[in-house]
């Protein structure tokens, strides 16, 4: 079955620095699509960052960037320069190119300290 | 551009009810997935629609259906409502089916609390 492993329910860090968060997953599929979402205490759902396993460059977007490991299934989210607004559940998701079903982790909670 | 919208926002019902969950998607986009979310079981894919269709369907039992219209307009029905349909329901659009490939837009969500 395929899944998707959050290992840290929670982490905190100090505004203005650097954070990982750490993401596994399961699969026997060779093309898919690794994401990371971020969800703050609005509820609303936002696309941070999306990698697709065939590309062996790591995506970036501003201040996140990501450490895929396609041979460890790791997928891995960096945070530079932590601010405030960064606060959030943060979830790790996939799709496989067989079945477009979004499969995700359990999250990390993400706390920010000023 | 208008985000996704979903109405109502919160919804209490009795066990054993039935519930009609909207979700308008962003102007342009064809497709509509619809998720449950749960402290107890996380995120979990409901279903797709694309055109009108359903294209893919998650793990869930026949009381959870779905259509959209002509406009992309979405609706989820949960029949004969049980406690463990208590959950946050989001839905996402985008602009080409099997949306989950790419950027979705969710909305805010409509958190349904069964009694």
């Known amino acids: 079955a395929q899944t998707v492993t959050q290992s840290q329910p929670e982490m905190s860090v100090q505004e203005a620095e650097t954070v990982t968060l750490s993401c596994t997953y399961d699969?026997?599929?060779?093309?898919?699509?690794l994401f990371w979402y971020k969800q703050p205490p609005s509820r609303q759902m936002i696309l941070v960052i999306r990698q697709e396993a065939y590309k062996q460059q790591n995506a970036t977007e501003n201040r996140f960037s990501v450490n895929f490991q396609k041979a460890a299934k790791s997928f891995s989210l960096k945070i530079s320069d932590s601010q405030l607004g960064d606060a959030a559940m943060y979830f790790c998701a996939y799709t496989m190119d067989s079945n477009y079903q979004l499969i995700w982790g359990a999250g990390t909670k993400l706390i920010i300290k000023p | 551009k208008a985000g996704v919208t979903q109405t109502p926002r919160y919804l209490i019902k009795t066990r054993g009810q039935q519930v009609t969950l909207s979700c308008s998607p962003i102007?342009?986009?064809?497709?509509v997935s619809w998720y449950q979310q749960t402290p107890g079981q996380g995120l979990q894919f409901l279903f797709e629609?694309?055109?009108?269709?359903?294209?893919n369907k998650g793990n869930f039992p026949g009381r959870f259906s779905g259509r959209q219209f002509s406009n992309s307009r979405s609706e989820m029905n949960v029949s004969t409502l049980e406690l463990g349909d208590s959950a946050l329901y989001l839905c996402a659009s985008s602009f080409t089916w099997q949306g989950a490939r790419g950027e979705q837009y969710f909305g805010p969500g409509t958190r349904l609390t069964v009694t």
């Open positions: 699969t026997s599929e060779s093309d898919y699509y």
């Open positions: 629609y694309f055109s009108e269709t359903q294209r």
């Open positions: 102007s342009g986009h064809r497709s």
